[in-house]
């Protein structure tokens, strides 16, 4: 069973816009959750994260919102760049395993 | 090196073929982990080792697969007499501390093994 979801597989936003990217998940065993950025024939490169007792947590132009009660995980990138553009994944920690979403491919169009 | 290191890069094997598959995490890291990512999917939990000990292998989808960590730094993923469903990208990642908890892992860029 896929205990974290990402619904949408791809995401096309404009150059200087939002980019809003979801994940939700199903384990309320879930106490930190993490957004990972891969690019093509790399590994995931860990971009940023949140604890459970936290609802935001800010990065530069990254925030992650975290709605517990709708076991909800979204990751807001603004102003979005063309170098934004790769398959993002959210990833859920239960303290003793990392659960992966399937990944949303972001493109940013200049 | 900086990061996680993993070789070979891309690795070709016909089916029955025994494949080891190397991974050097980040000097000093405590913890190392071992992922399958099929394509299209995120990566998916094989193993876990706390220094050279074993701690968690319940991913691990066959007993074909076996890890080993012995000296608790450079581990190696085998998988033995090779089938086609094992065809994917083997990520291995590792973390500076003990456990799961609150910390991220730092990842290499994987080795995609082919099965013919």
């Known amino acids: 069973d896929q205990q974290v979801k990402q619904n949408s597989p791809s995401l096309s936003v404009q150059e200087g816009r939002i980019s809003i990217l979801n994940c939700d998940y199903t384990?309320?065993?879930?106490?930190?959750f993490l957004w990972y950025k891969k690019y093509p024939a790399e590994g995931p490169t860990f971009l940023i994260s949140?604890?459970?007792?936290?609802d935001k947590n800010e990065d530069g132009r990254f925030t992650v919102f975290l709605n517990k009660s709708a076991k909800h995980l979204s990751l807001h990138i603004v102003p979005s760049q063309p170098g934004d553009s790769a398959v993002y994944f959210c990833?859920?920690?239960?303290?003793?395993?990392?659960?992966f979403g399937t990944g949303t491919s972001l493109t940013v169009i200049p | 090196g900086a990061g996680v290191s993993q070789s070979p890069r891309y690795k070709v094997a016909k089916r029955g073929q025994d494949v080891a598959l190397r991974c050097d995490p980040i000097?000093?890291?405590?913890?190392l982990f071992w992922y399958q990512q099929a394509l299209g999917q995120g990566p998916e939990f094989l193993t876990y080792?706390?220094?050279?000990?074993?701690?968690?292998k319940s991913g691990l989808p066959s007993d074909r697969f076996f890890a080993e960590r012995p000296e608790g730094s450079v581990s190696t993923l085998k998988i033995q007499r090779t089938q086609q469903e094992d065809s994917a990208v083997y990520l291995c990642?590792?973390?500076?501390?003990?456990?799961?908890?609150?910390?991220?892992?730092?990842f290499g860029d994987g080795t995609r093994l082919s099965i013919l």
């Open positions: 000097s000093g890291h405590v913890s």
């Open positions: 384990n309320s065993m879930f106490d930190y």
């Open positions: 990833a859920a920690d239960t303290g003793n395993q990392f659960y």
């Open positions: 080792f706390q220094n050279e000990a074993q701690l968690d």
């Open positions: 990642a590792s973390s500076p501390t003990g456990g799961y908890s609150n910390q991220p892992q730092h």
């Open positions: 949140i604890s459970s007792i936290k």
